[in-house]
């Protein structure tokens, strides 16, 4: 029996979750977010599933999941120095590669690299103004680069009343940021958005991929947000009941393994699969205090954490039901 804390999945609700996610987004190029998960074995089933390509988070990232993906964009507006510049373009020799860029002052100096501009839907952290965006994408495509089209990422969807706001305001942005290019002359070949929260209300007149990360494992966030159902979740740490006390219990899963995310809407620091009246109330490095429940010690327990993508990327392997563990293959990659 493998020793606790240790992440768990369940092949089968992945498997459902990719069918149910692309049956849902039909009509859409499907471009997931590999940061969630950072496995080449999801990645297989990914695009095994039918998902055009993959987005990730890093130079790094990308560079693992050339192992088994040709069409790659990197979803952020990097900045490339000499050296990474250097490994983009080494990296352009294994796959289709591209790159965010949300303004003009640091253009990546590597001509014939795709690129998309960001534009902020609302949300407040990168992207340009709309209206910006022609500017931005003519002054790429003067520089040598290939522009493809626009992407957002509308975050302000993890909020419990605003999933179908924040995809009306990705929709209206973007397609704002579509007129700016063209009336600089450069067409948006790909108009790319998306979000897990904001999936079931993705405005097909305007966009032409999805990029959805969590969906494939699910979490408390989701489960909050309303957007996964338990019994959809694929992904949970398994620990062990260390202590009993009156009112709660402490297992041995902490920050450490679960991660620290607690959105101000999250009603613990996780939740508890197969018992969902408790929750994890205290988090230490090693110790999740749970309320709601109790149990005697020795007691495993499958937590649920909030954030999944903090817990994979704190984690090496994961555990599979019926299966060899599957390898974080981009643990660390980061930069």
Known sequence: MTATPHLLVDPGRVEANLAR?????????VRPHAKTHKSLEVARRQLAAGAVGLS????SEAEVFAQVCDDLFIAYPVFLD??????????????RVSVGISGT?????????????????????????AADAGRIAAAARDAGLVVDGVFAFPGHSYSPDGRAAAAADEARELARAVESLAAEGVAARVVSGGSTPSLGFADRDVLTEYRPGVYVFGD??????????????????????????PGRVVADAGSKVLGADRPGYASGFGRLLDHPDARVSALSEHHATITGFDAP????VRLVPNHV????????????????PWRVDARGCNA
């Open 297 to 300: 010690v020795g007691t495993r």
């Open 220 to 245: 408390a966030q989701q489960w909050e947000l309303g957007t996964t159902d338990p019994a959809d979740i694929a992904l949970t740490v398994v620990a062990t009941v260390v202590a009993r006390f």
């Open 82 to 95: 000499a050296e990474r510049t250097a490994r983009v373009r080494a990296l352009g020799e294994r796959a």
């Open 56 to 59: 990730v988070a890093t130079v």
């Open 105 to 129: 002052e640091a253009l990546p100096q590597l001509p014939g690299l795709h690129v998309l501009v960001e534009v902020d839907p609302g949300m407040g952290r990168s992207g340009a103004p």
């Open 309 to 324: 993508c903090s817990a994979v990327n704190l984690a090496d392997e994961l555990q599979v039901v019926g299966s060899q």
């Open 21 to 29: 996610t692309h049956a849902a987004l039909s009509g859409l190029a």
